[in-house]
């Protein structure tokens, strides 16, 4: 039975939503959709998945790789690019940092400005389905 449920936004907590927001629309070639006091969400046109950045004054950045009674990744994003090279510079010019640890020979763990933690995968067969394993 389909009751209307759809995956709509994924939300990151942020000290600075408007810079994390603009931060991953000029990563990922998005538009900023909404940029209000507190929260921002971006997308790409017409498409429906949006990335929201909501307000959160005592975030803290998860630890990569986990240590015990540090904060954990509850979650990361993972993007799919064919140029893993040119994808890490992109990043670093837009903001990022690469991760000391890295667990794959064809991701790039990289760290945002608010020190969520993403992975850029390659895409040797350019499989929309595929999915890179951390």
């Not at 670093?92 to 945002?112: F, I, N």
């Not at 608010?114 to 394993?133: K, P, Q, T, Y």
Request: hydrophobic residues 40%.
């Amino acid at each position: 039975m389909d009751h209307g449920i759809r995956l709509s936004t994924v939300n990151l907590n942020a000290p600075d939503p408007s810079a994390l927001g603009a931060f991953y629309a000029r990563l990922l070639g998005w538009e900023v959709l909404a940029d209000e006091p507190g929260w921002v969400v971006i997308g790409l046109g017409d498409d429906y998945l949006r990335i929201s950045f909501e307000e959160d004054r005592h975030f803290q950045p998860p630890v990569w790789p986990s240590e015990p009674g540090m904060p954990p990744i509850q979650m990361h994003l993972d993007v799919r690019v064919t140029d893993l090279d040119g994808a890490v510079a992109h990043a670093l010019a837009c903001g990022a940092t690469v991760a000391e640890h890295q667990p794959q020979e064809d991701v790039r763990v990289c760290v945002d400005p608010a020190g969520h933690v993403f992975c850029l995968w390659l895409d040797r067969d350019g499989d929309d389905n595929a999915a890179a394993e951390d």
